[in-house]
C-alpha cells in the first residue's frame, strides 16, 4: 500500500511566531495560520469560514519564519500532518494533529511579503526574489553556463 503526505496551505498568521530550541539546540518554532475558504451556497449567498492550522517548523527555517514573520503576515507553506500524543498533568491521554511546515514562501507586499523567499529546510538555502522588473514580454537573459544539462 502507498503512503503521501502532503499538505499545502496559504493563510495568515493567526499570532506572532513562538521560537525555542529543542536540547540539541535545534530551532523550533510554532505558529498558526488561519486559511479563508468563501463558496456560493445553494441559496445563492456567498458563504466563508475559517480553518486555522496550528503550524511547526525546525532548523533555519524556524529563524527565518521567527525572523520575518508576524501576526497577519501572509505565508505559505509546504510540508506533513504530523500527530502528537502525550499524558498531560491531570493523566489524561491527549493529541493533536498540526502541519510540519517543510519549505515556505513569504507571500503579499509590505512587511515580512517583502522579503519575498523561499526556504526548504532539505536545500538548506534562502533565495531572495530579484529586485528588478520582470514584466516585459521578455525574461530576463542569464548565461548558457548556468543551465545544468
Known sequence: MANFNKVILAGNLTRD???SYLPSQTAVVNFGL???RQWKGQDGQM???VCFVDCRS???PAETINKYCKKGKPLLV???LTYDSWTGKDGVKKSKLY???ETFQFLGTGGAGEH???HSSSAGSESQAPSEDYGSAEP???GGDDIPF
Do not use: H, M, S, Y
Open 17 to 19: 511566531p513562538q521560537l
Open 34 to 36: 488561519a486559511v479563508n
Open 47 to 49: 458563504k466563508q469560514e
Open 58 to 60: 525546525f532548523g533555519k
Open 78 to 80: 509546504e510540508g506533513r
Open 99 to 101: 502541519v510540519t511546515a
Open 116 to 118: 519575498g523567499g523561499e
Open 140 to 142: 530576463p537573459q542569464t
